[in-house]
């Protein structure tokens, strides 16, 4: 609203991203664009190097939607690169040196390429092979045996929560895990249903990651209707 701007560059993938500011007048001000050219000077572009590769399951098929990003240097924190339907991807912006990357996707044990050595140029990655991760699944029902649709699950172990799901339109739920921890299910209250593993921990069924067809029954909550009325009225 005041005018102001200035100059984003995007490089190609070996340099870094820069921004160039239309610099200060004698004054120490933000210079101002006159009429015809304006020189800027030179923009100093770090050199940066890219990685290239594809992400597949372990018979080869690729993963779409996974998450690649700098596991080991701080100057990078956030860079990262999503999986095409190829499975394929590309990140670029990495700084020379040795990093590390790692690979995450929902269903699928996170992984880490270590010992990369980056350069000014692209460099091509073997496959990186996901194995699937480890889960709990099986449906959410009331007590007259009705889908409970919506509802939220975590997983618990003495040492914490573990990862969370919501139940489907038929009550169904699945739990991926990083670990072969066995957890308990717990169910937070709601206004429809009552919780659910959650008061006494102590006497929850306990599932080993990789147990299908669990059952959990919410109880219905309890709830009071009643009327308002003027006392004169009625």
């Known amino acids: 609203p005041d005018g102001w701007f200035s100059i984003v560059l995007a490089p190609p993938l070996w340099y870094a991203r820069a921004e160039a500011p239309l610099g200060e007048d004698a004054d120490g001000?933000?210079?101002?664009?006159?009429?015809g050219d304006n020189d800027l000077g030179d923009v100093l572009l770090?050199?940066?190097g890219a990685v290239d590769g594809r992400v597949v399951d372990e018979g080869g098929l690729p993963i779409a939607g996974a998450v690649i990003s700098v596991a080991s240097k701080s100057d990078v924190t956030g860079l990262q690169e999503v999986?095409?339907?190829?499975?394929?991807f590309v990140l670029g912006g990495l700084p020379e040196g040795k990093i590390g990357l790692r690979v995450v996707a929902d269903g699928w044990l996170a992984t880490n390429v270590n010992g990369m050595v980056?350069?000014?140029?692209?460099?091509h990655l073997d496959d990186v092979v996901l194995v699937r991760a480890p889960s709990i699944s099986g449906v959410v029902v009331d007590e007259a045996g009705s889908p409970a649709r919506g509802v939220e699950l975590r997983a618990r172990t003495r040492g914490g929560f573990g990862p969370a799901a919501m139940s489907g339109e038929d009550g169904s739920f699945t739990l991926f895990f990083d670990s072969v921890a066995p957890h308990w299910i717990q169910v937070p209250a709601t206004e429809e249903y009552d919780s659910y593993g959650v008061l006494h921990p102590e006497t929850a069924t306990l599932f080993e990651p990789?147990?299908?067809?669990v059952r959990v029954v919410l109880r219905r909550a309890t709830s009071v209707t009643f009327r308002v009325v003027d006392a004169a009225t009625h």
Not at 118 to 123: A, F, G, P, Q, Y
Not at 210 to 213: A, F
Request: no cysteine; charged share 45%.
């Open 210 to 213: 990789g147990t299908t067809g």
């Open 118 to 123: 980056i350069v000014r140029e692209t460099r």
């Open 46 to 48: 770090r050199d940066r």
């Open 83 to 88: 999986t095409d339907e190829h499975g394929r």
């Open 29 to 35: 001000r933000p210079r101002r664009l006159v009429a």
